[in-house]
């Protein structure tokens, strides 16, 4: 068994690459050391651009320099990648063993372990906690004893709750304990978690155990299944011995939307995904040791996993985790909060960037923002105003922005400038250029790859990429990997400059993507209130938000309930069953919606109407009936 106090002598850095021939250690090249010091050694590789082709062409070689440079084992791995993407088989460092806690909390505590891990910034302006590394670790450690006492064991799946749409996620992962609080607390509102999971867990009979953490004063009532998870924490010790992981072990799942109604369970393993983040977080951010690490998303997000938790604890950063909104209790509280905490690198979405700047700059100058070094943006297109105001209203001019595509799928950012290149540059609202051993392509119609717009695929695996969906392997393989055979295939589409610039230009299938919020329309349409017979739910631009939801309702024959009910039940449906952001903003109600012959509804037409572009109306010929469009047009303008 793997023991706690070996884990320095275990280190395996870049000697090991050397010692197994993976690398030349003879061309030493200073110019690239000093950008990226894990990358020393690539024969022939002098500057960055050589570097970004040599991790395309000997993307194995570059992995396993990473990986043994970054990355503390407990027993090395014996394949770098075993990968197809024509048959959605992924594999990273294959046969390597390690733990993930290990690396993100034991290996700093060794060498730093005083350093402040993470910033706790609570709702309530100016009552944030600290935890040092150390401290992190005894928590981890004390959670880790309560976990193997009370049961739960390697291979088990815990749920977290942070999001809504529980049971079916509980069901689907076969979680037999759930961890959440008493009440959430969030711009200046309690949110009773707790009473949520209850009745989520009463229809999942898996569940052995619930842990309730009291983030409140206030009392919840406390089932037999209930463990009150701070007062039992403090009995267990404040070591634990950390297991060793498979390479290719589960690390977690994170359920996302696709274009039908049920979520994926999108699997992530261990030491793929943890070298991806870290090192992502590294150059995107242009972190330095010691630097605070301000990502502002939900911890619930693909962005908070990557860049809230594992890539900051991986390399020893201190990370903030946020839990207010940008406007609580004032538009001033980012950059408050990036004054009093000292924030280098500031990561939000451009939905709350957009909200901001309508609220006006004072808010802005009124505090001190000369900490921030790197401003990013993540999880939609940030238009060209607010990219502006970002870089000239809250960076003052002086810090790169970092405008980072990538998605739940690909575990970490994938296409974004590096301004820790010497001379990068950075045009307004485009992702750049592709991270270190990724190789997008854009396929046309004509399914060609060398075109300069089309499906932004992805050409060769790397390790952050996710391993498959969980109890579906055949849709991974299906939504990913079946159409564009040998490529990964990103669901968005893009287009290229001629100097190899990337600018991402949005979906292709049927997913919005409101205030950041990723929603399959398909997942909103689910939630039909009894009157409703049919409806058609499509994203249109959206000034704050990016897309806002419209939705197109055919009422049942009988339907007996009046407009005003029906907008509300319907609201209120989609706030229970997803989100309160789900909500549609417009309710339309319709006789018929727009059909092809073989019945599918024909959304684009929907979104030429509600866009206000009939001139686009183009081709209706394989319309069932043509005039349910004027029927619609007519609806549409007496709404708006
Ligand atoms: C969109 C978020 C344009 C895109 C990390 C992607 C973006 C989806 C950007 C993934 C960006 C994310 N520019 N679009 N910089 N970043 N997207 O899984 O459509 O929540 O496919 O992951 O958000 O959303 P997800």
């Not at 267990?236 to 994926?264: I, W």
């Not at 046309?444 to 392997?473: F, V, Y």
């Not at 073989?598 to 069932?624: A, F, P, W």
């Amino acid at each position: 068994m793997w023991l706690r106090c070996t884990s320095r002598r275990l280190l395996t850095p870049f000697n090991r690459a050397l010692k197994h021939g993976r690398l030349n250690a003879s061309s030493w090249s200073g110019k690239v050391a000093a950008v990226m010091p894990e990358a020393a050694g690539f024969q022939g590789v002098t500057d960055r651009a050589t570097l970004q082709e040599f991790s395309h062409a000997h993307s194995d070689s570059f992995w396993a320099a990473m990986a043994n440079h970054r990355l503390t084992w407990t027993s090395a791995y014996d394949t770098v990648q075993d990968c197809d993407l024509r048959r959605g088989k992924v594999k990273w460092f294959v046969g390597g063993k390690l733990n993930v806690s290990v690396n993100c909390l034991d290996r700093h505590v060794l060498t730093c372990p005083d350093r402040v891990a993470l910033i706790w910034e609570r709702d309530e302006p100016g009552a944030e906690v600290k935890v040092t590394y150390r401290e992190l670790l005894e928590m981890t450690c004390r959670l880790g004893n309560l976990l193997r006492r009370r049961g739960v064991k390697k291979g088990d799946c815990v749920t977290i709750y942070i999001s809504d749409a529980l049971a079916e996620r509980i069901r689907d992962a076969n979680s037999s304990t759930v961890i959440t609080v008493n009440q959430g607390v969030r711009g200046g509102k309690m949110i009773d978690l707790k009473k949520t999971v209850d009745a989520a867990v009463d229809t999942c009979p898996n569940v052995r155990q619930v842990f309730v953490a009291m983030r409140t004063e206030t009392p919840v009532v406390m089932k037999d299944r209930d463990v009150a998870m701070e007062e039992e924490m403090a009995h267990e010790e404040a070591v634990c011995e950390p297991a060793a992981m498979d390479s290719e072990d589960v690390l977690f799942m994170l359920y996302t939307s696709g274009s039908t109604g049920k979520p994926k369970g999108l699997v992530h393993t261990q030491a793929g995904y943890l070298l991806y983040a870290s090192l992502t977080h590294k150059y995107v951010f242009d972190y330095h040791d010691g630097d605070v690490f301000g990502c502002v998303a939900d911890i619930g997000w693909i962005t908070g996993h990557s860049y809230c938790v594992y890539g900051p604890l991986a390399n020893g950063a201190t990370t903030v985790l946020f839990e207010s909104t940008p406007i609580y209790p004032d538009p001033g509280r980012y950059w408050e909060t990036v004054q009093r905490l000292q924030i280098n690198q500031f990561y939000g979405a451009p939905t709350a960037i957009r909200l901001l700047l309508k609220y006006g700059d004072q808010w802005v100058h009124k505090y001190d923002r000369s900490s921030l070094k790197t401003l990013g943006s993540v999880g939609e297109p940030i238009n060209t105003e607010a990219w502006e105001w970002y870089h000239k209203v809250v960076g003052d001019g002086r810090c790169p922005i970092v405008d980072t595509w990538w998605q739940t799928e690909t575990g970490g950012i994938c296409i974004a400038p590096r301004p820790s290149d010497p001379d990068a540059e950075i045009v307004p609202g485009m992702a750049m250029r592709p991270f270190f051993g990724i190789k997008p392509v854009l396929v046309d119609n004509e399914l060609t790859s060398k075109s300069a717009s089309g499906a932004l695929c992805i050409a060769q695996p790397w390790p952050g990429m996710a391993r498959t969906i969980h109890n579906n392997h055949q849709r991974f393989i299906e939504t990913y990997c079946q159409p564009f055979p040998g490529y990964f295939f990103t669901g968005d589409g893009a287009s290229r400059t001629e100097e190899g610039y990337y600018q991402i230009t949005g979906r292709l299938d049927d997913v919005i993507n409101v205030s950041g919020h990723r929603i399959g329309t398909a997942e909103i349409e689910d939630n039909h209130c009894s009157a409703v017979a049919e409806s058609a739910v499509i994203g249109y631009t959206h000034d704050i938000k990016g897309q806002g939801v419209y939705a197109f309702v055919v009422l049942k024959k009988e339907a007996d309930i009046t407009e005003p009910e029906l907008r509300q039940q319907l609201k209120d449906s989609v706030s229970k069953s997803i989100a309160k952001y789900a909500s549609p903003d417009y309710i339309q109600i319709a006789q018929r919606l727009p059909k092809t012959r073989s019945g599918k509804i024909m959304r684009r037409v929907l979104r030429n109407v509600v866009e206000r572009d009939l001139e686009g109306l183009g081709d209706l010929s394989t319309l069932d009936d043509p005039t349910a469009v004027q029927e619609i047009i007519q609806g549409h303008q007496a709404l708006a």
